[in-house]
């Protein structure tokens, strides 16, 4: 029987941004009296990262549609990121109310918090990753004594190669020795270390694979064969749960951007791209290439469903590697929001774990 390798760090698929960029806007929350108060507007600290990955996240920001979903009623302030641990302390001490992140950090966070920090309240993107080799490889057992990047020791990708590998009888250690090597190292320099002959594959989420085929790599492995149906969660959106007990008005119209995000980035493609594209370049000084962000996007599925299920999968997948701990996940998700959205605009519903 087919076993499923662990889904992904949302955090690692970032464009080596380099520090936290923070972006300032103001929306508004119509009707939400709780939300507002009589002092003043109610602030949403909401974090994402500048990447594909996270793209309704980008395109809710850029094209205005969270500013416009919450009102004038909630000054909208947004922060960016490199990496999920940097999220998930920004959520710790206060200073981010809700962030897209990847599975992997939400994990952690809630196991950190003993399951009282943060709670998932949508889905936003599947798939998008990928074990990218030089042409010349062409079987698993011809990885044997190769070299395989992936982002960082214990990150999602990383549990997902390492467990594939088991899965096929090779070994690996945490040192980097055994039958292959792994070899942890930012995305920014996969494609120079694979170009440069320092490492023969990477396992890697976009717009990295469409980097490393272009640069005379092939797909090996499409991470979405893997999974039941080809989903698996590589982004979904989660809240402090301080702040969806303080103002649960403001998350379900958080929420309701999500929803409007997704339908967006699902219907007019180009239009998405291209915003994702120009958000970047505000961000980074360096707009994406649009044909990469072309080539990416069929590997990509912009979904509010969380995808739950492979999350717990991932979960245990790292725990066969012994990269963590067994967590209890009972409570992490609230969905009662996007469902009740999903509901009013006659869209399906999605399971509560």
Not at 108 to 120: T, Y
Request: glycine share 10%.
């Amino acid at each position: 029987m087919r076993r499923l390798p662990f889904r992904r760090l949302a955090s690692l698929a970032t464009l080596a941004v380099v520090g936290v960029a923070t972006l300032g806007t103001t929306a508004a929350c119509g009707d939400s009296d709780d939300a507002a108060g009589k002092s003043g507007p109610v602030t949403l600290r909401l974090g994402y990262f500048p990447n594909i990955t996270h793209a309704p996240a980008v395109v809710g920001v850029e094209k205005g549609i969270f500013a416009e979903k919450l009102g004038s009623d909630v000054k909208l302030e947004t922060k960016t990121f490199n990496a999920g641990p940097a999220a998930i302390e920004a959520v710790f001490s206060g200073a981010l109310d809700a962030t897209y992140i990847g599975p992997n950090p939400t994990v952690n966070a809630f196991s950190k918090s003993k399951g009282e920090a943060v709670r998932v309240v949508s889905g936003a993107a599947s798939g998008g990753v990928a074990l990218v080799v030089k042409p010349e490889i062409t079987t698993v057992e011809q990885l044997r004594g190769k070299k395989i990047a992936t982002p960082q020791l214990g990150n999602t990708q990383d549990v997902a190669l390492r467990y594939w590998l088991k899965e096929k009888g090779l070994k690996t250690t945490k040192e980097g020795g055994g039958d292959v090597k792994v070899v942890p190292q930012e995305n920014a320099q996969t494609v120079e270390t694979f170009t440069s002959g320092a490492i023969d594959g990477a396992w890697v989420p976009e717009p990295f694979v469409s980097r490393l085929v272009n640069a005379g790599g092939k797909v090996l492995v499409d991470e979405r064969d893997l999974w039941p149906d080809k989903k698996f969660v590589i982004t979904n959106l989660i809240v402090s749960t301080k702040f969806l007990k303080a103002h649960p008005d403001v998350v379900k119209k958080l929420v309701e951007g999500q929803v409007a995000a997704n339908e967006f980035v699902n219907t007019k493609p180009d239009e998405a791209q291209q915003a994702i594209s120009d958000h970047i370049g505000k961000i980074t000084g360096k707009p994406l290439d649009i044909k990469l962000i072309k080539q990416a996007w069929p590997t990509l599925e912009f979904t509010n469903d969380p995808i739950a299920s492979s999350l717990k999968t991932g979960l245990d997948h790292a725990v066969a590697v012994e990269l963590t701990q067994p967590v209890d996940l009972n409570g992490l998700y609230d969905l009662k929001f996007l469902n009740e959205v999903l509901k009013a605009e006659g869209k399906p519903e999605v399971s509560q774990p």
